[in-house]
């Protein structure tokens, strides 16, 4: 076995599938950053990746179908910032507990795109899917790369950056100082579902280039992983994301290549890897958002 | 910015409720043209509110709040930084993992580009006014990594940054040593010909030193208004608690006979990894008070989590009563006889959902007074709590109503009784009357010097230099890790401590 090709193999596979948890972890991180963590992340990826696959279903053979993929992700980016808005109702303006409005949200992100499925289309079917622009990847992905430097720069010179970073850590603070906590949180939630939609959008329209139930296969769990594996810094989740997906590239190239390893291991091996990486990764949160979590009531008294 | 100066700022009959409990009760306040008004009141009589109003964070349910004699209504704190006033608040509010130029440029709308951040703009406002009023801040310094003086400076800049002429400080000095205090006081001295400023404190001593005229709040009312030069401390103090406030005093000044906690040599890392405590040494003996002075974060919360068992000891012993208590768990060193108040009393001190009858009860659950076997002796908890609240004069609705809904000062009390009451041949008591009110430290002075007269010997971490002065036998001062000296009471000051605080050994 040639070992260049061997890598070369994990490499392309693996940096392709690292792209919907790029964007819907870039994603996670505003939430994170401005102090809600969204586990319903997974539930909007689904409606995205839903959506994303319906457009260019419906329309084919019709006089919209050139438009079809980019009008499928644009349903996509719709629908995340509606499902963030409604994240943002529940844990922002009636301070549900984050943690199981965001169960909630999984379960009708995850159950109303299967059920509609089975509504409209019923099996499997292909679609056209994205075609590939620059070394065999598509437009979605070198977009999810540009992010990360973009996201960055949002994250530290600009004033919605900072207005972000101040409501996560200290909105008491912030509030002080003439912030609407509320209102940033509700941008940062949107922000960060149209990213977790578009995210759903590249795995049915880029990777999968079909629909199913589960396409999303707890993605939207990895990205929250990711963000702390990352200490909310988009660079670092930029590594997150490579990593987890050549681990799993490997594990699938371990399989094809017929290695003598046990494949129900080399399928755990990304899981266990993020497992550890994050029980090493604790420790100091001094630069992560302080309050994540909690909700802010400008009329409790502290 | 164009703002009319702030001649006059009055309140009328400002009323807020919070759920159960008067906060204000129709407050009438006014402050002049270059006047420094003191708020005085105990907690929970509603400084804090009332300047939340005046914020506009908090809204009042009644009354009104007039400037120039124009009735205003701020609904955010945009609005009163738009009519001059600027505020600093007693839990200082700078984001930490920002850097000072971020926190200024958080509210200053006029240097936020669209995409950009005016960083330069920024730190020339900030150099401006730091120059003007002699406040030196590093503009690229992270909050984090300063100390609590200079983070009050970077509010105080923050805050005339953001255009502020009429300043409110809430409580600046419960967290300064007394020569930063010092400096502030004169540095508001100086500010006031320039803005009216509203300063709360419950320490009398520097609302005499700073202040024109003084409101004395109690219970959500005002229950005085005058002049400051009127009053003596003790009659400003006799109004602020409703009775004659007499703090107990140690007088005995016994010699060592014998030791009874000896630390020596001890080296405890912090929780970032460096050397919390190095090389601490210090003993005290049956029957005395030996009081540790320092600036808050020179090792005393590693020192009291060593002491309890809850931290681990890198080096060095800790021998109590001859016995290496030094990495025991905190089980055995209860048992061994140490009493601890640790310094965070909800979180530390007690259980805050459960019954005060059984928070009493914490420590001696598996002693046979409490409980047979796995089942509890409901009956003789309830009588031990009925004691103790007895004793202790602790008020609470009922033995049988959650610990951490009754106020500060009666959860030290809880936390008092109960180690009290298991008899130790030493306590370890972190700022004991931190946050609590005239009435509830006259108490727990009492206490702590009564422990005293029955051979117990008490080590009182504070960084209240009367409480202090007051209460010790020696007072040992940590600076660094390490005790720089140890003074006998009687010839300790607060300038020789204030010193010894900020690193100063005097040449002798």
């Not at chain 1, 795109?113 to 056209?128: D, Q, S």
């Not at chain 2, 681990?312 to 025991?328: C, K, M, P, Q, W």
Request: charged share 20%; glycine share 10%; aromatic share 8%.
């Amino acid at each position: 076995m040639n070992i260049f090709a061997f890598i070369t193999n994990v490499l392309s596979i693996g940096i392709p599938f690292s792209v919907s948890l790029l964007l819907a972890s870039t994603g996670e991180m505003f939430n994170q950053r401005a102090g809600i963590f969204n586990l319903g992340c997974e539930g909007i990826m689904s409606m995205g990746a839903f959506l994303a696959f319906m457009a260019p279903h419906t329309l084919q053979g019709t006089a919209l179908e050139p438009w079809a993929n980019m009008l499928g992700i644009l349903a996509a980016m719709l629908m995340g910032g509606l499902m963030g808005m409604l994240f943002a109702l529940a844990t922002v303006t009636f301070r549900a507990p984050q943690g199981i409005a965001g169960i909630g949200l999984h379960m009708l992100g995850w159950g109303v795109a299967g059920t509609l499925f089975r509504f409209f289309v019923g099996g499997v079917t292909g679609i056209p899917g994205l075609k590939p622009v620059f070394l065999g990847m598509n437009a979605l992905a070198y977009l999810a790369f540009l992010l990360v430097p973009a996201s960055w720069y949002i994250l530290f010179k600009t004033p919605w950056g900072l207005k972000v970073r101040a409501v996560g850590t200290y909105p008491r603070a912030a509030d002080t100082m003439g912030v609407n906590v509320a209102r940033t949180r509700y941008q940062a939630l949107i922000a960060g579902g149209v990213l977790a939609g578009l995210a759903g959008a590249y795995l049915s329209l880029g990777q999968a280039k079909m629909f199913a139930d589960d396409i999303v296969a707890g993605r939207g769990f990895i990205a929250v992983a990711l963000v702390y594996f990352g200490r909310w810094n988009p660079f670092l989740i930029l590594g997150g994301s490579l990593l987890f997906s050549i681990a799993q590239s490997l594990q699938l190239a371990i399989q094809v290549q017929g290695i003598a390893f046990p494949y129900e291991f080399a399928v755990m091996l990304p899981y266990v890897l993020v497992i550890l990486v994050l029980a090493f990764a604790g420790g100091s949160t001094v630069r992560g958002p302080a309050e994540l979590g909690k909700p802010y009531n400008r009329e409790k008294r502290v | 910015m164009k703002q009319e100066q702030i001649r006059e700022l009055r309140t009328i009959g400002i009323t807020k409720r919070f759920p159960g409990i008067l906060a204000c009760d129709s407050i009438d306040i006014d402050v002049g043209e270059h006047e420094i008004l003191a708020i005085v009141g105990e907690n929970g009589a509603g400084k804090t509110t009332l300047m939340n109003m005046l914020m506009g964070l908090y809204q009042p349910d009644e009354g009104k709040i007039l400037i120039n004699g124009r009735e205003t209504r701020f609904r955010t704190p945009v609005d009163a930084y738009a009519a001059g006033i600027g505020m600093v608040h007693q839990h200082f509010m700078l984001v930490p993992s920002m850097t000072v130029a971020e926190n200024v440029l958080l509210g200053m709308r006029t240097y936020q580009k669209f995409l950009r951040l005016d960083m330069a703009g920024v730190k020339r406002r900030i150099e401006e006014i730091s120059s003007r009023y002699g406040l030196p801040v590093q503009p690229d310094a992270y909050i984090w990594q300063l100390s609590v003086g200079e983070q009050q400076r970077v509010e105080l800049v923050k805050t005339l940054c953001l255009g502020a002429r009429f300043l409110i400080l809430d409580e600046p000095t419960s967290a300064l040593t007394p020569q930063e205090t010092d400096e502030l006081i004169a540095l508001l001295k100086r500010m006031s010909s320039d803005m009216s400023i509203i300063f709360i404190s419950h320490k009398l001593a520097e609302v005499t030193a700073l202040s024109d005229r003084v409101a004395i709040l109690r219970q959500g009312r005002v229950v005085y208004r005058g002049s400051t030069s009127e009053k003596s401390i003790a009659q400003l103090a006799a109004l602020m608690t409703g009775h004659e406030v007499n703090l107990p005093r140690n007088e005995g000044l016994d010699s060592c006979e014998e030791p009874v906690l000896a630390i020596d040599e001890l080296r405890v890392r912090s929780d970032r990894g460096f050397w919390a405590l190095d090389g601490f040494s210090l003993t005290t003996c049956k029957g005395e008070i030996v009081g540790l002075a320092g600036v808050a974060g020179n090792g005393q919360r590693e020192l009291a989590d060593a002491l309890s068992g809850l931290r681990h000891v890198d080096a060095g012993s800790i021998r109590f009563l001859g016995r290496e208590i030094a990495n025991l768990s905190p089980r055995q060193i209860i048992e061994a006889g140490l009493g601890y108040v640790p310094e965070d009393r909800t979180t530390e001190g007690i259980v805050p959902a459960f019954s005060v009858q059984d928070n009493l009860v914490l420590k001696d659950v598996r002693a046979a007074r409490f409980s047979r076997g796995p089942f509890l002796k409901l009956d003789a908890i309830k009588r031990n709590a009925e004691d103790l609240r007895e004793r202790y004069d602790i008020r609470c609705a009922s033995l049988a109503v959650p610990a951490g809904s009754l106020s500060g000062g009666n959860i030290q009390k809880v936390i008092l009784a109960r180690e009290i009451a298991r008899k130790p041949a030493a306590l370890v008591a972190v700022y004991p009357t931190r946050g609590l009110d005239l009435g509830a430290v006259e108490f727990i002075h009492a206490r702590l010097l009564e422990l005293k007269s029955q051979g117990t010997s008490v080590l009182l971490i504070s960084e209240e230099l009367d409480e202090l002065l007051d209460l010790s036998d020696r007072i040992a001062v940590i600076y660094k890790g390490r005790i720089l000296d140890i003074l006998p009471a009687h010839q300790a000051t607060r300038q020789k401590l204030g010193l010894l605080m900020a690193g100063i050994r005097e040449v002798a």
